[in-house]
């Protein structure tokens, strides 16, 4: 900052800009490794962020809080006491997906075990996951399993 603040100050000429840039990139990048080794030296306490956030989330599911719509990374990170960006680099650094994946990926599970066990119609089930239309669970549903609900279903027959 000092370099910055010094070259601001002094006689301008052709370079200062180049040399004033270079000196905020050197900044950003020395900000850019410390914001990382956040998730490595906080290894233990990440790990009981993300088991915090499954618990969260199969306590939603459980309870059926999903009458209020699905959860999102706001409502999580809330409960978290963690920012949403914080809470995404975080996942993203431990299992390679970001809060939004993660909190799909969860819905899928409930949602398979929902279709293997219950009677309920997929649109039902649509609703008790607080899809506001089947549709969108259909279509989710398949991108992250490469099968219809219906033929995730049949396939337990």
């Not at 840039?21 to 993300?50: C, M, P, W």
């Not at 999903?66 to 999102?72: R, V």
């Not at 549709?135 to 991108?143: A, H, I, P, T």
């Amino acid at each position: 900052m000092r370099a910055i603040l010094q070259e601001y100050r002094s006689n301008i000429d052709k370079y200062s800009q180049d040399v004033i840039v270079s000196h905020i990139e050197v900044l950003l990048n020395y900000s850019n490794r410390f914001y990382g080794r956040q998730f490595i030296t906080r290894k233990y306490t990440s790990n009981d962020l993300l088991a915090q956030m499954e618990s969260l989330l199969t306590d939603y599911f459980r309870e059926k809080s999903l009458n209020k719509g699905l959860p999102t990374v706001q409502y999580v990170s809330e409960q978290l006491k963690v920012s949403p960006s914080y809470l995404s680099d975080m996942l993203r650094e431990l299992t390679g997906q970001n809060a939004q994946q993660h909190i799909h990926n969860l819905l899928i599970e409930e949602a398979k075990e929902l279709l293997s066990v219950t009677a309920l119609s997929t649109s039902e089930i649509a609703y008790l996951l607080g899809f506001e239309y089947p549709q969108s669970f259909s279509r989710l549903f398949k991108q992250k399993t490469s099968l219809s609900p219906t033929d995730f279903r049949n396939s337990f027959n």
